[in-house]
């Protein structure tokens, strides 16, 4: 509680220590600067160092946050806003718990797991996966799923994204992911989150 002065809220907090300048800032707060009232851990860190993830239960960092489970938030140094970002593509929030959040190197996609059933469209396989939100556009997609998105049929976790949000990796018990999947053990995937960019073109 002695990282930053007012921290009074007896909770883990996410923190981010600046190497340049040595000062250590509280960042799971909400938009007004108000601590959260629930435990946060897990923080991400985007590579200019601008945007952190972090999961928190609590449910004063944004507002109508009434689920009554762990949410996944991303919070702007720059602007200080806080955002939560464990919703769906209109913005309906989870309806159970969403933890291990990872923030691509351009601060553009996050990266979490969830039980929640409503952040896409027939999610009925009633176990954890795996989702990413763009941050620019709003849009949460499932990735825990096999090419032609079939839901995994056994819990995925563990999610790592790559720098520019293209591949997500993670493990997964799940056996229908991949063709001949018949080793019965968590296995790692990786899946193409983003298409391939269009061949660049040359003029002579």
């Not at 939560?84 to 718990?97: F, K, L």
């Not at 849009?139 to 293209?166: C, K, L, M, P, W």
Request: aromatic share 6%; hydrophobic share 30%; no cysteine.
């Amino acid at each position: 509680s002695n990282l930053v002065p007012g921290d009074t809220n007896g909770e883990a907090d996410a923190f981010v220590h600046d190497m340049s300048t040595g000062v250590t800032t509280r960042i799971s707060v909400n938009s007004a600067g108000i601590q959260a009232e629930g435990r946060s851990s897990d923080p991400s860190i985007s590579g200019d160092g601008r945007y952190l993830v972090f999961s928190s239960d609590a449910s004063n960092l944004v507002a109508d946050d009434t689920n009554g489970d762990g949410d996944i938030f991303i919070h702007d140094r720059t602007t200080g806003e806080t955002t939560r970002v464990s919703i769906d593509s209109t913005g309906t929030q989870a309806n159970n718990v969403s933890v291990d959040p990872t923030i691509s190197a351009n601060g553009e996609h996050v990266a979490f797991v969830s039980v929640a059933t409503n952040l896409v469209a027939d999610d009925s396989n009633s176990t954890r996966d795996v989702f990413v939100h763009d941050t620019t556009t709003g849009e949460t997609r499932r990735v825990s799923v096999d090419d032609d998105g079939t839901e995994g049929d056994g819990f995925s976790e563990h999610a790592a994204i790559s720098g520019n949000g293209r591949y997500v990796a993670f493990d997964s018990v799940a056996a229908n992911l991949v063709p001949f999947d018949t080793n019965m053990v968590s296995d790692v995937f990786v899946h193409q989150y983003l298409p391939d960019p269009p061949p660049s073109t040359t003029t002579t």
